[in-house]
């Protein structure tokens, strides 16, 4: 079966139960274009370019029961990881280095 796509690019959802940090880490310090917010029931969904992609940073009305798991893929299974691609690494790591954020 192949899919017939509607866009070129994907959506990755990350479930927060504190958005203010994560909006401050993808719209302050990595400078993601906010595309805007989608209520729906039950939560809400602030959505950012990514080039031909999207993230989603979304929020619960009744949080999840579970916490988020630290430690990478060897601490839980389920997706753990996304990649971003960008031009300029070693640029990017330095300002990683002279921010508050750990990689």
């Not at 079966?1 to 310090?29: C, H, Q, R």
């Not at 619960?60 to 299974?77: D, F, K, S, W």
């Amino acid at each position: 079966m192949k899919l017939d796509l509607l866009s070129p690019g994907i959506e990755v959802g990350l479930v927060t139960t504190n958005l203010e940090p994560m909006v401050a880490f993808y719209e302050g310090f990595l400078e993601l274009e906010p595309q805007g917010d989608i209520d729906f029931e039950g939560g809400t969904q602030r959505r950012y370019s990514l080039g031909a992609n999207v993230l989603k940073l979304v929020t619960y009305t009744t949080p999840p029961p579970a916490p988020a798991a630290p430690g990478g893929g060897r601490a839980q299974a389920g997706l753990r990881y996304f990649t971003i691609g960008v031009n300029g690494l070693r640029a990017v790591s330095e300002a990683f280095e002279a921010s508050e954020y750990e990689v």
